[in-house]
């Protein structure tokens, strides 16, 4: 694991990973079901950054964001062809939350709701901005005053 790993919960975690292959480049790094199929642990690896998924265990409140019926956050991952990894995610059953495109902050990106119910932020590098430059374009599209 990495200093910082999120756990995702998922429904069929076995699809979760082919999906986060297929679509997202994952790499699977480990795996871990126990004696009855359940899948306790699938480690993957995103680049220099790792998830780790694993089943619902309702009994014990280890659910996924389809049983609470949304989720919180979103996953960021930065990606070298954000419209392939757009068209992917879609073809294979993503449903958009916010549609791609090429922000102020300098990275073409959009998100999307993945079929197990986690948001994706993807983006692809397109231009460095400066950090005084992204606080006061920040200002103007979000029309509140933003923080260094």
Request: with cysteine.
């Amino acid at each position: 694991m990495t200093t910082l790993t999120p756990h995702l919960v998922c429904r069929d975690p076995n699809r979760a990973a082919a999906w986060y292959v297929s679509v997202l480049g994952a790499h699977e790094i480990s795996r871990i079901t126990l004696s009855d199929d359940t899948v306790l642990t699938i480690d993957l690896e995103f680049g220099d950054g790792r998830i780790a998924i694993s089943d619902e265990l309702p009994q014990i409140g280890i659910v996924s964001p389809l049983a609470l019926g949304g989720t919180y956050g979103a996953l960021h991952v930065d990606v070298d062809d954000a419209d392939g990894v757009w068209t992917r995610a879609l073809d294979a059953g993503a449903e958009v939350f916010e549609p791609l495109n090429d922000a102020f902050w300098g990275e073409r990106t959009g998100q999307f709701i993945d079929p197990f119910g986690h948001r994706w932020a993807i983006g692809q590098q397109l231009r460095d901005v400066p950090h005084d430059e992204v606080v006061r374009l920040a200002r103007e599209v979000f029309g509140a005053p933003a923080t260094k």
